[in-house]
């Protein structure tokens, strides 16, 4: 692993300097700032390091455009982890390319995960040549460096790190406002066989218990009430770390000290099933504020499969966790993923898939169907299951867990429930949403709104539904639905 030293980060800083300049000379020439626009496809990790450039660039005197076509600077932040997301790429490369012809002085990045695959960058130099900077995941700090070289050069810049870097005191410009993303570690060791990610996050790197603790105790300080630790294991978390004299040696511990810190709420993810130790669940149960919600993806219910998987848990240990967490916490919600269609998946393998399921009763999961990723063990492995089986099975497994989740939420009828709020709703017009502790999303309306501070009413009786976020919503739930609840205010605190 390499740390990126702060020599390094100080000569990023030089090129800051230098293209803030210029951003300053064109705003007193023209009367506008240059703008980006900047689309993260994937996981949090991912969205994560999306605000990342948007603090570098925020630093280099760039403003957040409204839309992609406004912006100067345009990055996709890409995701390898399905074939899906690679196909969602290269269309939205194509249709860049027009906007390119229209503006020519338009900068256009492509970073992420997709990156660390040379086909891919092989394909869009060949395809796409007016992309003008591609990197990695592990080069993001050097972002400065490569767009001052594209916009004083005028030259593209194609650099694909392959260290596992760790870099600490980047800028960040966080997307809510109600809740902070948090990357405790990066990286992967796991190599399960289906997946793409240690390849493209390369192994698990750490960070120090003390830089972390700084960013909780800034992030609670600037009025963050909720925080969300990252990694793609973090039940792994400092298991790199070479001394271990200190006082936070693993997971359990770091989510302690968190715990200690001003947050409403704490969450985390993702659990690898076979490191969940009786430690975290203990420390789990006794801080109310760490949220009652395990996500702990399951894959398959098949001992073949998981073996086939590497996954290196039985379904057998795997529901003892679920019975031992639930003892210890009983409000404990699980949530999970499932891989449907593995190579060589049977019709008996997919029926123990459902009946852990059964067992298990997941409040909400994230249905995948297998997707053969280059480079992977499991895409050499024999008896691909067909589509058509895939897809069917694909619908069984759905409608079972849409069930579960129907079935999950109406225990909530008729009971007030204690949410954070997110801000307004998508869909509706005067109603807001938030998330309870197990995760459930919650709308709600506001029939009393001499229970909201002023600040969030306008004299014509509308509510502002930005000045709720981030504050504590009582919610009398009057409607339950597969994947949300609906209810009506009760108390708020902000
Ligand atoms: N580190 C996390 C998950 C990261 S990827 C963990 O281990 O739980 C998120 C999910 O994508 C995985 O849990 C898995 O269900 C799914 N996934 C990963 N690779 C996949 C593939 N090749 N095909 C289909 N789904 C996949
Ligand atoms: Fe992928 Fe497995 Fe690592 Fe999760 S634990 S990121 S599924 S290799
Ligand atoms: Fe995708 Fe990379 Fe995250 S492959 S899921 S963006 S770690």
Known sequence: MTIIEQAELERQQRYIGQIGQCMEAYRSETGFSRRYWIHTYGCQLNE?????????????????????????????????????????????????KNLRQEKPDLVIAVCGCMMKQPEHVARISRSFSFVDLVFGPQDIYRLPELLYHRLSDEKKQYLVGDEDTLVEGLPI?????????????????????????????????????????????????SGYREVMLLGQNVNSYGQDFEETGGDIRDFSDLLEAAARENFYRIRFMTSHPKDISEKLLKVMAANPVIEPHLHLPLQSGSNRVLGQMNRQYTREQYLATVTRARQLIPNLAF?????????????????????????????????????????????????????????????????????????YNRQSLGQTVEILVEGVSAKQDQVFSGRTGQNQLVNFTVADPALLPAEARSPDGR????????????????????????????AYRP
């Open 48 to 96: 994560n390091d999306g605000e990342k450039l948007a603090g570098l660039l925020g630093e280099m005197g760039y403003l957040e455009a409204a839309g992609l076509r406004e912006a100067d600077l345009i990055i996709l932040n890409t995701c390898s982890v399905r074939e899906h997301a690679d196909d969602r790429l290269f269309g939205n490369l194509g249709r860049l």
């Open 463 to 490: 509510i502002d539904g930005s000045r709720l976020e981030g504050g504590l919503a009582r919610v009398r739930v009057t409607d339950a639905k597969t994947f949300s609840l609906f209810g009506v205010l009760e």
């Open 173 to 221: 410009h966080r997307a809510r406002r109600f809740r902070a993303l948090c990357s405790i570690m990066y990286g992967c060791n796991n190599f399960c066989t289906y997946c793409i990610v240690p390849y493209t996050r390369g192994r698990e790197r750490s960070r120090q218990p003390g830089d972390i603790l700084r960013e909780l105790r800034e992030l609670a300080l």
């Open 335 to 407: 949530s999970t993923d499932i891989i449907v269609g593995f190579p060589g998946e049977t019709e008996e393998d997919f029926a123990d898939t459902l009946d852990i399921m059964r067992q298990v009763r997941f409040a909400s999961a994230f249905t995948f169907l297998y997707s053969k990723r280059t480079g992977t063990p499991a895409a050499e492995m024999p008896n691909p299951v067909d589509p058509a089986v895939m897809h069917e099975r694909f619908d069984r497994l759905t409608a079972l867990q849409d069930a579960h989740s129907l079935a």
